[in-house]
């Protein structure tokens, strides 16, 4: 019997561990930029409409490679005026945010609600990488594994 219920377990478990934290004191589900910062690396993608092409392609290019998102504590961030239609990704963390935060973020960062941007943001909140297109994984892992923080996050022992 309790070899039966060994696979339920996993599967009711699998949604806690999909999210990596910088720190303990992280918030698991973060719901605001604030929240994010010190702890995850952000990864804003502005997008006229939840199924545009691009908006999926970079999801798509992400889910590819979530384990290296996670090791890297990237979070995934979708910024979006209508949300009609959106399907989440499969394997990369991600944070929906509320309709006033997105607006707050677009306002922050000067991006129309027509235009497709990639905004990488820092532990520290600041942006490192801004494209009019989407982005690929090696150029997202080369440019954090530069950074001079996940440089000390590769040091530590058990380190991602």
């Keep these: 019997m309790t070899k039966h219920l060994f696979p339920l377990a996993i599967l009711l478990l699998a949604p806690a561990f999909t999210q990596a934290q910088a720190r303990p004191d992280c918030v698991l589900k973060p719901t605001t ?3 994010m910062r010190r702890c995850y690396r952000p990864l ?3 997008s006229p409409s939840a199924t545009d092409s691009r908006l999926i392609q970079q999801q798509s290019t992400l ?3 979530a384990d290296d998102m996670l090791d890297r504590f ?3 961030v979708p910024v979006f005026a209508k949300s009609t239609g959106y399907q989440p990704p499969l394997d990369t963390p991600y944070a929906l945010l509320s309709e006033k935060e997105l607006t707050s973020i677009r306002s922050r960062f000067q991006i129309a609600e027509n235009q497709f941007t990639v905004l990488l943001l820092g532990e520290d909140g600041a942006i490192k990488l801004r494209s009019p ?3 690929t994984i090696s150029r997202l892992n080369s440019l954090i594994d530069a950074m001079p923080d996940r440089k000390l ?6 380190a991602n």
Excluded at 153 to 158: A, D
């Design 63 to 65: 889910d590819e490679a």
């Design 44 to 46: 804003l993608v502005f």
């Design 153 to 158: 996050e590769m040091q530590r022992p058990h």
């Design 33 to 35: 930029l604030t929240q």
């Design 74 to 76: 990237v979070l995934f």
């Design 133 to 135: 297109n989407t982005v």
